[in-house]
């Protein structure tokens, strides 16, 4: 059984992450996608939030699962029996910090491989920080994000 993870602060899920989970789960057996506990800033979305998210547009697809994960990814991994980290890239700026990650996991554990996938070209500009930007200024993300999260986000921004 091929188990792959895709971590991340998901803060919210945009397409762009869809898209890389879309295409990872069709070349495993299972795939993690593990929503990151402890990052240095304060996400804007609470774990519960970006776990529902997650879940809700990820419902009915039997071979996906959504977890929360904090500590060393080497770890979770093999808690999940995990051999792969999933990655998305979109320029060479994301390059210079992924590229250590996968070094360094990989000297903490040399069974385990980072797998790059390049983002699809239509979601190439986005980013999770791009939604909460637009998204807090009225912009539109009608099309950066799933449908059935939409009005969530605004709402985020109106209560704050
Ligand atoms: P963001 O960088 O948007 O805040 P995350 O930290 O949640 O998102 O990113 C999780 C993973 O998803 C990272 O590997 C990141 O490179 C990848 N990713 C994010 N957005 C895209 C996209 N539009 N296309 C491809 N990969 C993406």
Redesign the pocket.
Same mark, same amino acid.
């Given at each position: 059984m091929r188990i792959f993870v895709y971590? *991340?602060?998901?803060?919210p899920v945009?397409n *762009?992450?869809l898209?890389?989970i879309d295409r990872a789960s069709r070349i495993c057996d299972k795939l993690v996608v593990a929503v990151l506990v402890n990052r240095s800033k304060t996400p804007v979305f609470s774990m519960e939030e970006r776990i529902s998210f997650l879940e809700e547009i990820l419902a009915g697809r039997p071979n996906i699962q959504v977890l929360p994960f904090s500590g060393l990814l080497v770890d979770f991994m093999r808690e999940q029996k995990a051999t792969t980290v999933i990655? *998305?890239?979109?320029a060479v700026s994301?390059f210079e910090y992924?590229f250590q990650m996968a070094l360094l996991n990989k000297n903490l554990n040399p069974e385990i491989e980072t797998l790059f996938m390049m983002?699809s070209i239509n979601?190439?500009y986005?980013?999770?920080?791009a939604v909460r930007e637009l998204a807090c200024y009225g912009g539109n993300i009608r099309d950066l994000v799933p449908e059935a999260i939409v009005d969530r986000i605004y709402s985020k921004f109106k209560a704050r």
């Open positions: 971590p *991340g602060s998901f803060d945009t *762009g992450h898209d890389i990655k *998305g890239l979109r994301d992924e983002t979601y190439s986005l980013s999770s920080s």
